[in-house]
């Protein structure tokens, strides 16, 4: 795929997400106003490791599922990242005309479902063993975009409700998969883009979306020693449906979908007297980050 259409694929994505996380619509008419650009400096996507053996195919949800789009839009992998504490793993893409095209780079989290306890794999294997998997099983290039956004969307039937509780009582990211799927996690507002001088930096943006009104982490993860800061909104919260456990009827309970993210990066050394942009993602920032789906109370 040309990265022309892959950047319009990315505007498709951006269109849904940001229709409902509307903290992303107040970030870009802020930046908007400022006489700024909006740039994405990465999506990132949840996943989980498990095999699912559906009538169509017997397929790893984990970050291969997702991993396939990505290779077939152009993308390579360019680093991986581990999560020992929440039994997750993550690599990141990116694509080697990012910079030519205005390509977001790609984060891919899976969670390491064998290493959680019997009871709760096995809810999770009943889960997602409803899974449509027939597009996987077909070529991407023979799919239109309609059916690759619907890779992008929960393949599986609605989680019944004591399974997304029971589960998230052990890992509120295994929960969040099994209510949302591959649905964007959250785009990233990419602050050395925005080239205006009313935000100049990470702090004054987090504190003028937050003097909006928008709910904002309270911390700014990393350092510019490191290259990177990272913050967040809150995560939205939304209906979602499940299923009743005594009558299987499908009913809508509250929980949290995506939040949006800013980002800015700094030179670091890369050898002595050499500096470079960094480019990749730092582990510590990014298990701080996935705490931004928990749900509260819960």
């Known amino acids: 795929m040309s990265p022309e259409h892959v950047r319009d694929f990315w505007e498709l994505l951006w269109q849904q997400y940001s229709a409902r996380v509307n903290y992303a619509r107040t970030y870009q008419q802020m930046i908007t106003a400022a006489a ?27 970050i291969g599922y997702l991993e396939r789009v990505a290779k077939f839009f152009g993308y390579e992998a360019a680093g991986e990242y581990t999560f020992p504490q929440t039994h997750l793993y993550a690599r990141h893409y990116r694509h080697p005309q990012q910079e030519e095209f205005d390509l977001p780079k790609l984060f891919i989290s899976e969670l390491l479902v064998h290493e959680l306890p019997a009871d709760i794999v096995e809810v999770i294997y009943q889960t997602v063993t409803s899974a449509d998997l027939l597009s996987f099983k077909t070529p991407l290039f023979q799919l239109g975009i309609n059916d690759i956004q619907k890779i992008f969307t929960r393949p599986w039937q609605p989680p019944l409700r004591s399974v997304v509780e029971q589960v998230n009582q052990v890992t509120q990211y295994g929960a969040w998969v099994l209510l949302h799927g591959y649905a964007v996690n959250h785009f990233t507002g990419y602050v050395n883009r925005q080239n205006t001088p009313q935000y100049p930096d990470i702090d004054t943006t987090a504190r003028g979306l937050a003097n909006l009104g928008v709910p904002m982490k309270a911390e700014i993860e990393g350092n510019v020693a490191c290259g990177l800061r990272q913050t967040a909104t809150q995560a939205v919260k939304e209906m979602v449906t499940v299923l009743d456990d005594v009558s299987k009827a499908e009913i809508q309970i509250p929980w949290t979908y995506a939040y949006y993210e ?35 109370g819960k």
């Open 262 to 296: 800013i980002a800015q990066r700094y030179m670091v050394e890369v050898e002595p007297g050499k500096q470079k942009l960094f480019d990749a993602f730092l582990g510590n920032n990014a298990q701080q980050l996935f705490e931004m789906t928990r749900l509260s």
């Open 36 to 62: 700024g650009t909006v740039a994405n400096d990465h999506i990132a996507f949840r996943s989980l490791r498990i095999t699912a053996d559906s009538p169509q195919a017997e397929v790893n949800l984990g």
